[in-house]
């Protein structure tokens, strides 16, 4: 499962990459671009936009598309991981947040000269961006998001 994120919801882009879907991030103006994407891609659209559903691909079901109702980001993650009910557990982590990347294992002395001492002492495991050069590791802002992910599936439940 795919997806294109409309700009009008674009928090939605790092919760997904960050629960391991693929995701791309729609910041142009035209519409249509992001419709011929996302038949091109197979991905389904994620918008707030009215407009969108009434497009003859979406309104006749041959492209997938989804209606945000709320402002709020974790609704809104919500909502999509209801809709599709989908996995929160197994792609945790696999993908780079910034570029869609699918991240690669990195040992801890790969990344020595690469991360800040502090993290290096306090962490073992890292996977880096083989596109952005991005490290990652399981630090403060991992920790926040995925407390905020297991609070979402309990409630769902
Ligand atoms: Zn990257």
Not at 62 to 83: C, H
Not at 84 to 94: A, E, I, V, Y
Request: hydrophobic letters at 35%; charged letters at 30%.
């Amino acid at each position: 499962m795919k997806f294109i994120v409309d700009h009008n919801v674009g928090k939605l882009v790092k919760w997904l990459r960050m629960i391991g879907y693929d995701t791309l991030f729609f910041t142009g103006d035209d519409d249509w671009q992001m419709v011929i994407t996302a038949l091109n891609e197979g991905r389904v659209i994620l918008t707030r936009d009215t407009e969108i559903m009434r497009i003859g691909v979406v309104a006749s079901g041959r492209l997938g598309a989804v209606l945000i109702r709320s402002d709020e980001p974790e609704e809104q993650i919500r909502q999509v991981v209801d809709a599709f009910d989908l996995d929160c557990k197994s792609g945790l982590f696999t993908l780079c947040l910034e570029c869609n990347t699918v991240l690669e294992e990195r040992t801890k002395q790969q990344v020595k000269e690469l991360v800040p001492p502090y993290v290096f002492k306090t962490q073992e495991e890292y996977k880096e961006c083989p596109t952005c050069r991005r490290i990652y590791w399981k630090g403060t802002h991992w920790q926040e998001m995925n407390k905020k992910l297991e609070k979402l599936r309990q409630t769902r439940m």
